[in-house]
């Protein structure tokens, strides 16, 4: 359930990283926002937070080390934009390969002995 990000929010998160020299990784932004919650909550709050921001026009690159920050930069935005295109499309990939063996499995007999790879049998 996605809830309702207001304007004055986003502005705070955006003033919050904008006057960042370096990246802030969420529990800290979290922090700063003054977020409730879990820590599990509060890091799916800023989540989506700096979405709705991406949606309406920031740049804002993240990594799971690293944290959140803005660029200017077009090449670093250009750069993170392919990585998620290449997260995406390896997730896509996974989750195709797991249903088409969930199928095979579903078609196997209840019993039946496991298919072995050829380095095993």
Request: proline fraction near 3%; charged fraction near 30%; aromatic fraction near 4%.
């Amino acid at each position: 359930m996605t809830l309702l990000i207001t304007t004055s929010e986003a502005a705070r998160c955006l003033r919050i990283l904008a006057e960042q020299a370096a990246p802030i990784v969420a529990a800290d932004l979290a922090s700063r926002l003054r977020i409730a919650g879990t820590r599990e909550t509060q890091r799916r709050r800023v989540r989506e937070i700096i979405k709705h921001l991406r949606e309406n026009g920031s740049r804002i690159v993240a990594t799971n080390r690293e944290g959140y920050w803005l660029t200017e930069e077009d090449a670093t935005w250009a750069e993170y934009n392919e990585g998620r295109s290449i997260d995406a499309k390896r997730i896509l990939a996974e989750t195709y390969e797991r249903k088409r063996q969930l199928a095979e499995r579903r078609q196997m007999p209840l019993f039946a002995p496991p298919i072995l790879a050829a380095h095993e049998v």
